[in-house]
């Protein structure tokens, strides 16, 4: 396995992309990075989704000098596209500052004009807007060392081509030029060769691959939509065990977080815990006390996973052989799978593009409703009733039925009594829910939420003494504890709730001062 390392980057760099949480390269990363960084000129070619920005976008920021003159130049066929680099290159300089300006069309040219004249270093703009600047005299491309063309076809297929060859023509003859593009047709071919020198050619083409045969399927939410759509998704299809693959450690985290928050058991493995840590998780997962896994493919890679029901991919992977590998975790041995995938409008070439290397179909499905997700719960509830009917052990409630019999029908009876515990469940909102808890409390218990968990090393002995020395409860009062990562929930006695809750929040666990509230009920 190659590592960021590796390649010959900066620690600058490598702090910058472990903060973002990316384990390990994508292959045309893997392949454009080391020949940049070397001073070569490069010819990649490689589907949408890959990874190019950083393969191009790393190079040119440790390559930065000090001077604050323009020194790369990126054009890119889109405003959009020019904005994406620009960020990109913004954080992965992180803790170098490098000065970096978009320039495109339909902003105020004085806005960038003034960027420009504090003395930024990167350039990343649309074609036509960079040619205006150019004219204006208010970009000098005298001292720009590296040229990328990314999108190359894009650009061309916009009429951009005698643009392009007129900024490339300003530009000084011992530049570096690289040229990025998901397809290689004639007339991209013909620039690349005439604008590089010696280049060092990349092409990831995706080799057929074969999927096993197990139910795939996706859902499109808008990103900010996403965690909503999942957690529906979750109670319509009501896994057993699954695993959620996300593409960086950070997203893992802060996903499995999410999922906590919410009431499922979830944990997460990735490439930063340490052996011990994801032993455990391993075990807690085989055996059963964990519903869902939250991972990232470098740590489902090295892991012997048991056979799940599902695989759900919260973000599309970048390339196709991840999501073969991913969705490999279910259907094993002629069982039944699922594999669910997630995306986001922008992501559908990147779904195309996995079709066709796997030959294989994904079903577009409906977001599940809240109807579909009570509806589901009818089923769960009615499951669970049948259950026990078959325990029996009915007697005292026989009693009570009889007792309202005589003012009401028993029918009605059983429907109110449905009613009542199916209700509140209902009128929740999990578009609006947030940060609200599962498991269901005890009667006469109140749940509270406390903002310290695993990692502050709280333990249940901490969270007991704090209720017992500062409250004055006896220990054994109170009840169930659930420590989670960031945070943690404790049953005490509803009568002594508030008093619990005041004397909390003026004390502090493990050297961190608490902030204590009541749980939320959950959906
Ligand atoms: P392309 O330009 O090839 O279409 P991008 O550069 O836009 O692809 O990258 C697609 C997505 O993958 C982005 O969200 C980016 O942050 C993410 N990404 C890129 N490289 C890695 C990596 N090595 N590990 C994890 N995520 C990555
Ligand atoms: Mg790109």
Redesign the pocket.
């Known amino acids: 396995m190659t590592t960021?390392a590796d390649l010959g980057l900066s620690d600058a760099i490598l702090r910058a992309?472990s903060e973002?949480?990316?384990?390990?390269?994508?292959p045309?990363?893997e392949q454009a990075i080391p020949p940049l960084i070397e001073g070569n000129d490069v010819i990649g070619q490689?589907?949408?989704?890959?990874?190019?920005?950083?393969?191009f976008a790393l190079p040119i920021v440790q390559k930065i000098l000090p001077q604050r003159v323009p020194q790369a130049l990126i054009l890119t066929p889109t405003r959009e596209l020019a904005m994406?680099v620009a960020e990109?290159i913004f954080k992965y300089s992180k803790g170098s500052q490098i000065r970096v300006a978009p320039v495109y069309g339909g902003q105020p040219i004085s806005r960038q004009l003034r960027a420009l004249e504090q003395g930024v270093q990167v350039v990343v703009g649309t074609p036509g807007r960079i040619m205006d600047h150019m004219r204006r005299g208010t970009l000098a491309l005298a001292n720009i060392r590296m040229v990328v063309l990314?999108?190359a076809d894009e650009m061309l297929n916009m009429g951009f081509i005698e643009d392009i060859e007129y900024i490339l023509q300003q530009t000084p003859q011992e530049r570096q030029t690289a040229l990025?593009s998901?397809t290689m047709p004639a007339e991209v071919e013909k620039l690349a060769r005439r604008y590089t020198r010696d280049p060092q050619r990349i092409s990831i083409v995706p080799e057929q691959l074969a999927v096993p045969r197990i139910r795939q399927t996706y859902y499109e939410a808008a990103p900010r939509e996403k965690l909503d759509v999942l957690t529906r998704v979750l109670d319509v299809e009501t896994p057993p065990a699954a695993i959620i693959f996300c593409?960086?450690r950070s997203e893992a985290d802060s996903l499995g977080e999410s999922l906590q928050a919410r009431g499922y058991t979830a944990e997460v493995i990735h490439g930063d815990l340490a052996q011990t840590q994801r032993d455990r998780v391993m075990k807690r997962f085989r055996d059963g006390q964990v519903e869902l896994l939250v991972a990232t493919d470098v740590a489902a890679r090295g892991l012997d996973i048991p056979d799940v029901s599902h695989v759900i991919n919260y973000d599309v992977p970048?390339d196709p052989e991840s999501y073969v590998h991913r969705i490999g975790r279910t259907g094993r041995a002629g069982r039944t799978g699922q594999a669910i995938t997630i995306i986001s409008p922008r992501e559908r070439r990147?779904l195309q593009i996995i079709q066709r290397v796997t030959k294989s179909k994904l079903t577009h499905e409906r977001i599940p409703t809240l109807a579909d997700v009570a509806a589901r719960r009818r089923e769960a509830f009615k499951e669970a009733l049948r259950n026990v009917l078959t325990e029996g052990d009915l007697d005292p409630y026989i009693l009570m039925v009889e007792d309202m019999a005589d003012e009401h029908d028993t029918t009605e009876v059983a429907a109110a009594a449905f009613k009542l515990l199916l209700n509140e469940v209902e009128q929740e909102d999990t578009l609006a829910s947030v940060a609200g808890d599962g498991a269901g409390v005890e009667p006469g218990m109140t749940r509270l939420f406390l903002d310290v968990g695993r990692f502050d090393r709280v333990r249940p002995a901490d969270i007991v003494g704090a209720i017992a020395n500062e409250a004055g409860l006896p220990g054994k009062s109170v009840g169930s504890i659930d420590i989670y990562d960031r945070f943690s929930f404790v049953e005490v006695p509803s009568d002594t709730a508030q008093k619990v809750l005041r004397a909390l929040n003026n004390t502090a666990i493990r050297g961190k001062a608490l902030n204590v509230s009541v749980a939320k009920p959950k959906r």
């Open positions: 960021f992309l973002l949480g990316y384990e390990e390269p994508t045309v990363q490689a589907q949408t989704g890959t990874g190019k920005t950083a393969a994406q990109a990314d999108e990025f998901a593409r960086t970048n990147q």
